[in-house]
């Protein structure tokens, strides 16, 4: 695998004409393919202290309905590993998560922008530990603003479970991600965001705060930008990670 020092030292050709790629990057709905990469790493799980890899795999694609309108999918699969977190390993696992995957109707043009629709929870865990072995659905939204170099604005979902495993806890969960971004000019973006979770079973806060620095680059005619950071729980259940870090990835597919 190539170093980041190596890609970006391929990444020098001019980027006239594709100016605007890193603001796309930095709005959930944009009609721009994008396939990111986003590995974390969170440190300091459970009464053994243990440690938890996430590969989320996360393409996003949008289809236009009209000339007016465009339906985005955001689609996020995450694979994990999971090391230490129960005394003895007993939680120690490996394999896919479970899938959450979303579609926002959201027109091309608007100011401030906006995009509604559901999500859905897939069940695509292939181990216990990993997943909740429940079917579910609600609604999504996101609305942002783009103001010269800066995006602000948030996600949203909800999430209930309607079928599976009943010997499984009720899937009843809040997602907020409020966001703000700010991109040089030389394409390097500055985000903070808050990935904030809220079970309602358990009336339970997980709030993770992200603090991220991104560089769009090339290789050849191909873009993408590479990304790395590092995160704090500002309130976890108990048992919850300490802290941890974020390294990312994202090939970029502009549309012609």
Request: no cysteine; net charge negative; glycine share 10%.
């Amino acid at each position: 695998m190539k170093s980041a020092a190596y890609l970006l030292a391929l990444s020098l050709p001019a980027f006239a004409n594709d100016a605007d790629l890193a603001q796309q990057l930095a709005n959930p709905v944009a009609s721009l393919i994008s396939v990111p990469v986003q590995n974390n790493i969170d440190f300091g799980l459970g009464p053994g202290g243990g440690t938890r890899f996430t590969a989320n795999i996360q393409p996003v694609i949008p289809f236009g309905l009209n000339e007016d309108w465009n339906v985005i999918s955001r689609t996020i699969l995450p694979v994990i590993d999971q090391e230490g977190i129960a005394l003895g390993g007993a939680n120690d696992a490996f394999g896919l998560g479970d899938t959450v995957q979303s579609f926002f109707i959201s027109p091309k043009s608007s100011d401030p922008i906006w995009g509604l629709g559901p999500v859905f929870l897939l069940p695509t865990a292939t181990d216990s530990f990993l997943g909740t072995e429940k079917w579910g659905a609600g609604p999504t939204g996101v609305v942002l603003k783009q103001s010269g170099p800066w995006t602000y604005g948030a996600l949203a979902n909800h999430l209930w479970d309607f079928a599976g495993d009943d010997d499984r806890a009720a899937v009843n969960a809040t997602f907020l991600q409020p966001f703000v971004s700010y991109i040089t000019a030389t394409r390097t973006t500055f985000s903070l965001n808050s990935e904030a979770t809220y079970d309602w079973q358990r009336e339970q806060w997980n709030i993770p705060l992200n603090l991220v620095v991104s560089q769009l680059l090339k290789i050849g005619d191909q873009p993408i930008q590479l990304s790395a950071g590092v995160r704090y729980y500002l309130e976890t259940p108990d048992g919850g990670p300490d802290w941890g870090l974020r390294f990312a990835v994202t090939w970029l597919f502009p549309r012609g």
